[in-house]
């Protein structure tokens, strides 16, 4: 039997090298995954009605659109009249673009985002970070309220994502521009999709540096935090006893109903992610109880200060400067 595995060892060392071998050809034929043109026509239309980029972009999940009130300069839009945005009917996901400063820096924030569960398809849950990005985001901070797996956990303590489980798995960069990029791009800071096998070269699509300076953020504001693994699920239902006991086994620490596709998406894109999750439940197998929406809305509010301190940690990083042409 160690005979047999061994073959079978040299078998898939010899379809690794085949593999690495593809890609590199591949690497002569790239494309690079850009906003759609309905992307950057709404940021044109955003700046003509008097906005402006931002090298930062920002998603406000459930309960956390206040978030915005400490920025400066601040001017905002129904997202309706970008002609590009899906208007969410989710509670308390205001549908608006928010430009402003903080710090001397810009960044436009988007009050909510559209879910799955409300009937939307999967290329109108990427067009937020796709407007984000054409008004010129190099950095994003995704946020969100989530269910929290461990028994440990509390109400109110954040999870600054570190990676994400994807149980919906559809192809949540189909819809956006491919760009084709000529010769070799060996050293490219952009992920890039190869024709060939149509895979990202590279999955960490949580960026450890923002990982490390939003953990750092929340215990210099004594806010209680932690790094996990956030699970993503269409909805709208919550989960069942069997289903949070097979998160916990597959290395979930929270569970929700969005910022995934957002994820990949922005990734793609070639921009810098952080993403944080608000537990505002607990969930327990043995100890089931009912989760009421404006519950989860309150518990959130209540982590505006601490999700205000990850955002102004990734703003302090950031080089006082004019933010990256529309795409």
């Given amino acids: ?6 073959e079978h060892n040299g078998e898939v060392a010899r379809d690794e090298q085949e593999m690495d071998s593809s890609n590199l050809s591949a690497l002569m034929c790239q494309q690079r995954i850009a906003p759609r043109a309905g992307a950057i026509a709404a940021a044109e239309r955003i700046l003509a009605a008097g906005g402006s980029r931002g090298s930062i972009g920002l998603v406000l999940g459930t309960g956390l659109g206040e978030v915005v009130s400490g920025l400066q300069n601040i001017w ?3 997202g309706r009249q970008t002609q590009w945005l899906p208007q969410s009917r989710a509670m308390s996901h205001a549908g608006r673009v928010v430009c402003g400063t903080l710090n001397g820096r810009s960044l436009v924030a988007l009050q909510g985002r559209a879910h799955s569960y409300e009937g939307f398809a999967p290329e109108m ?8 990005a054409a008004l010129g985001a190099s950095t994003i901070l995704l946020t969100n309220a989530s269910g929290g797996l461990h028994p440990s956990m509390q109400r109110g303590e954040l999870v600054v994502l570190s990676g994400h489980i994807d149980f919906v798995r559809k192809a949540w960069t189909k819809a956006l521009e491919r760009e084709p990029i000529a010769g070799p791009v060996a050293g490219h800071a952009t992920p890039l999709l190869t024709r060939e096998t149509g895979r990202l070269l590279g999955s960490c699509y949580y960026d450890p540096q923002l990982v490390d300076l939003a953990l750092a953020a929340t215990w210099h504001g004594d806010t209680l935090a932690r790094q996990g693994v956030y699970a993503y699920f269409l909805g709208p239902s919550y989960e069942t006893r069997a289903e949070y006991r097979m998160l916990r086994r597959c290395g979930a620490d929270v569970v929700g109903m969005s910022t995934v596709p957002e994820a990949i998406a922005a990734h793609s894109m070639g921009l810098r992610v952080a993403a944080v999750s608000i537990v505002t439940n607990v969930a327990l197998p043995d100890a089931i109880r009912k989760v009421d929406a404006s519950d989860v809305c309150c518990v959130a509010q209540d982590c505006v200060a601490g999700v205000w301190s990850i955002l102004e940690a990734i703003v302090n990083r950031q080089p006082i400067s004019s933010p990256l042409p529309a795409l």
Avoid at 1 to 6: S, V
Avoid at 125 to 132: D, N, Y
């Fill in 1 to 6: 039997m160690r005979h047999e595995r061994g």
């Fill in 76 to 78: 905002s839009l129904d």
């Fill in 125 to 132: 849950l990427t067009r937020g970070v796709e407007l984000l």
